[in-house]
């Protein structure tokens, strides 16, 4: 009960600390696994450059599986960390075991789309046909093998929910070591392992992430000891699960919105493939910078939400603001590695004749990043407080509402031969700043409605 305790009593500064650190990791690791792919994939023999253009077409759908394992977890991880603050057991047990019940109803979902709808979703956004054949074999496989990134999700939000995150990132370097090590043997063959190509880093990725499934499963039995574990707590109960998505789905929505916004992005800079490529690479460089925005989320919510089932007012504000200023503080690191070294990413990734569109976009989107932390840092405290509206609201104005119209029009100039490519990049920028407003409204009025009148 160590672990509860310090939920409680421990200053929310260190705690903020001491759980974000492990989770901030964690999430690092995870877009490892896209970059490494892609750095290995880059500097293959032939093909790279269409394997790059296959990789960026087949994010969306890695992101919206993540999206729905992560979304479900984030429900958990609150539903969980505040049934725990209330004393409920028996109750978290419950939310546990239905956690794992979703999961194996979200990976019925992945096989059959890997089975039936690869190739129809990778041909939409090319005419390619090498890319086209990339693209389909390595989705393939991740949708077939997705049981691994699924449940690791619902199990490293379990462990995060009782204050154990460290051991959720003992799990994530396990299988991103796996990965790095995986890559190069069965991307380019060596030893007895033949050449793969893009289905090497398709099945490296897959094996290291059931690695980090299973280890997180024995952490999660051996060591969440506040409720029970079985079968039978898998039993679906409809008010449990509606309490898990009443947090989680817009969470899950927020998250598959990116998905969206890369997809029809793709779509946007089709006239283009090498620009094209270079926002798949960039992406992937974002991704890591706001993984670590994402993983101090993980944080905030399960410190809040603790809080707020203890009625705690005083660590409830100090969740806030701690969470904010150490957002900002990782962002502002963000910016500067990115705005410093983008030849270097271009480099690691042998871009080609992508390297320019790569350059120019990262000095531009990188400026949104210290907002666009801050926006994922409003939407976990919203979460946290059962503010699940307002956190979709913010994740529909940053990655549909404002964004794509906005891409549209300034691309419609580019391709008239009015604008340069870079022009499409500025609407990043703008969109987070936006999105930043809206959110600075809607947290000032959560703490007066869930937060003052706390008895």
């Known amino acids: 009960m160590a672990e509860s305790n310090k939920m409680k009593e421990m200053p929310v500064n260190k705690l903020m600390v001491q759980m974000g650190i492990p989770m901030i990791l964690s999430m690092a ?3 490892v696994y896209n970059i490494v ?3 290995f994939v880059g500097n293959m023999k032939s093909g790279s450059e269409a394997a790059l253009n296959a990789l960026t077409l087949v994010f969306p759908v890695q992101m919206l599986m993540v999206a729905v394992g992560i979304g479900t977890g984030v429900g958990t991880n609150a539903l969980l960390a505040r049934t725990l603050g ?3 057991s028996k109750k978290a047990a419950k939310v546990a075991g239905n956690s794992l019940f979703l999961g194996v109803i979200i990976y019925a979902v992945c096989l059959q789309f890997g089975m039936f709808g690869v190739k129809a979703y990778i041909s939409s956004q090319t005419v390619d046909s090498e890319v086209i054949a990339m693209g389909t074999s390595y989705l393939r496989i991740c949708c077939v093998i997705s049981f691994g990134i699924i449940f690791f999700s619902l199990f490293e939000k379990m462990l995060q929910a009782t204050g154990r995150s460290i051991y959720s990132t003992i799990g994530q370097v396990v299988g991103a070591v796996v990965n790095i090590i995986l890559d190069p043997i069965m991307i380019y063959g060596i ?10 880093a398709a099945y490296a990725t897959v094996i290291g992430q059931v690695v ?3 280890l997180l499963f024995i952490f999660h039995v051996k060591l969440n000891k506040e409720f029970e574990h079985g079968v039978k707590f898998m039993k679906p109960e409809g008010r449990i699960i509606r309490e898990i998505y009443a947090i989680g789905l817009p969470a899950i929505i927020g998250q598959a919105l990116m998905s969206i916004m890369v997809y029809v992005i793709n779509l946007i800079l089709k006239f283009s493939p090498s620009a094209q490529t270079a926002y798949g690479l960039f992406y992937k460089v974002q991704q890591f910078v706001l993984f670590l925005a994402f993983g101090l989320r993980d944080a905030i919510t399960p410190i809040i939400a603790f809080a707020y089932g203890m009625h705690s007012k005083k660590r409830i504000q100090d969740g806030i603001r701690y969470g904010l200023i150490y957002t900002i503080v990782l962002m502002i690191v963000g910016v500067a590695i990115t705005e410093i070294f983008p030849g270097a990413f271009a ?6 004749q992508s390297r320019e569109y790569f350059i120019g976009a990262m000095r531009i989107i990188s400026i949104s990043f210290i907002f666009a932390g801050i926006n994922v840092a409003y939407q976990g405290i919203y979460q946290a407080l059962d503010g699940g509206l307002e ?4 994740s529909l104005l940053r990655q549909l509402v404002i964004i794509l119209p906005l891409a549209g029009v300034f691309s419609s100039l580019v391709r008239n031969g009015q604008m340069d490519v870079s022009l499409i990049w500025w609407a990043f920028p703008i969109t987070e700043i936006a999105a930043c407003l809206v959110g600075y409204v809607f947290l000032k009025r959560i703490r007066k409605n869930k937060v003052e009148s706390l008895s």
């Open 86 to 88: 209330e004393g409920k």
């Open 391 to 394: 956190s979709l609201v913010i």
């Open 212 to 214: 980090s499934a299973a």
């Open 347 to 352: 480099t690691l990734f042998n871009a080609g």
């Open 37 to 39: 792919d892609s750095a």
């Open 191 to 200: 030893g007895p392992v033949p050449e793969m190509g893009v289905e090497g």
């Open 29 to 31: 690791l995870q877009a």
